[in-house]
Nanobody
Framework: QVRLVESGGGLVQAGGSLRLSCAAS????????MGWYRQAPGKQREFLAR???????YYDASVKGRFTISRDNTQNTVYLQMNNLRPEDTARYSC????????WGQGTQVTVSS
C-alpha cells in the first residue's frame, strides 16, 4: 500500500497562489501515476491533474493553464502549483496514487476569498 500525506492548503485571496504537496511512502515502486482531485461541499469529487511515473502530465480543461502538477522523485512528493485562484476553487484537495493499489490521502483544505 501507499500512504499519502497532503499539505499546503490554506486561506488565500482571489488571484493568489498556493502550492500543495503530496508526500508518498510505502510501496512507491507500485505507483503508475498520481493525481490531484478536489471536492467542494455538496459536489462530487473532480479530477484536476495527473502525472505518470515517467513524468507525463494531463490536466482537466478547467484548470489547464492555471494549475501545474510536478514531482520530485528524490522526495517521493508530487506538487500542485495553483495560480490565479478563484472563489470557485474552494474545496478539499486530495491526491491519489494509482497502480498496483489505489490509495488516497486525507486531503488539505483550500479556501479562496473574494
Amino acid at each position: 500500500q501507499v500512504r499519502l500525506v497532503e499539505s499546503g492548503g490554506g486561506l488565500v485571496q482571489a488571484g493568489g497562489s498556493l502550492r500543495l504537496s503530496c508526500a508518498a511512502s510505502g510501496s512507491i515502486s507500485s505507483i503508475n501515476y498520481m493525481g490531484w482531485y478536489r471536492q467542494a461541499p455538496g459536489k462530487q469529487r473532480e479530477f484536476l491533474a495527473r502525472i505518470s511515473s515517467g513524468g507525463s502530465t494531463y490536466y482537466d480543461a478547467s484548470v489547464k493553464g492555471r494549475f501545474t502538477i510536478s514531482r520530485d522523485n528524490t522526495q517521493n512528493t508530487v506538487y500542485l502549483q495553483m495560480n490565479n485562484l478563484r472563489p470557485e476553487d474552494t474545496a478539499r484537495y486530495s491526491c491519489g496514487a494509482f497502480g498496483l493499489y489505489t490509495n488516497w490521502g486525507q486531503g488539505t483544505q483550500v479556501t479562496v476569498s473574494s
